[in-house]
């Protein structure tokens, strides 16, 4: 079972809504991540949370709202999204910056 | 030149052959390399860290080279189950940046 849990694992949405993305850690990780994967290519980097502060954003367009409430959990808010924007999002967490990454299972998106 | 290469594959092969990956990267500031599996639809999960030295976990030996920048990963003895895309990760930089970067990925099947 991964440590990393993500809510939803699927989510359907139309270009006008707005939704989120959950993800929450207990194992007392301080680098929080979110990731986009689309079919057949590498997970993306699209923010860092280290310590609850955002750390680094990877130009992700303002459609895409990273929210820290505290140290175990992590949100990715929605609003306006383009159907390019359906993938894959995983949400990864590590204890410092360069040990190993824990995945959670992703929340696959579908933009109407 | 992108950050971490590699070869996209795929790679087919009988069970029981061993099959040999690299992986090359950019950054020689880079402080930490993974090898992580993917399997279709699911999310990254982490298959060795890479030491200076080396290091094997059962069927499989990682290698680092600092010298010509690049990992390697061997599989030995093949199995049907190794099939899936195989993840080089580096973490970009520094200590602290908490910039993890993947390759393409090299997808690998084994063929009974």
């Known amino acids: 079972d991964t440590e990393v849990t993500q809510t939803p694992k699927h989510l359907v949405m139309g270009m006008t809504n707005k939704k989120s993305l959950k993800c929450e850690q207990h194992?007392?990780?301080?680098?929080m991540y979110w990731y986009k994967q689309k079919a057949k290519k590498p997970p993306e980097l699209m923010f860092v949370?280290?310590?609850?502060?955002?750390?680094i954003n990877e130009s992700v367009p303002s459609r895409f709202s990273p929210e820290c409430p505290n140290s175990s959990l992590l949100n990715l808010h929605l609003h306006a999204l383009q159907p390019e924007d359906s993938a894959l999002y995983l949400c990864?967490?590590?204890?410092?910056?360069?040990?190993?990454?824990?995945f959670g299972e992703g929340s696959r998106l579908t933009v109407l | 030149r992108k950050e971490v290469e590699q070869d996209p594959g795929p790679f087919n092969v009988p069970e029981g052959a061993t099959v040999a990956f690299n992986c090359t990267y950019s950054?020689?500031?880079?402080?930490?390399f993974f090898w992580y599996r993917q399997d279709c639809r699911k999310e990254p999960k982490l298959l060795m860290s890479?030491?200076?030295s080396g290091n094997e976990d059962g069927r499989f030996t990682a290698q680092l080279n600092r010298a010509s920048q690049y990992i390697s990963l061997l599989i030995r003895d093949s199995k049907l189950s190794d099939s899936a895309t195989y993840l080089c990760?580096?973490?970009?930089?520094?200590?602290?940046?908490?910039?993890?970067?993947f390759g393409t990925g090299t997808r690998l099947k084994v063929l009974a």
């Open positions: 950054n020689s500031a880079s402080q930490s």
């Open positions: 890479v030491y200076s």
């Open positions: 990760v580096v973490n970009g930089g520094t200590s602290g940046t908490y910039k993890y970067i």
């Open positions: 990864a967490s590590s204890r410092l910056g360069t040990g190993e990454l824990f």
């Open positions: 194992m007392g990780h301080r680098a």
């Open positions: 949370y280290s310590y609850e502060k955002l750390s």
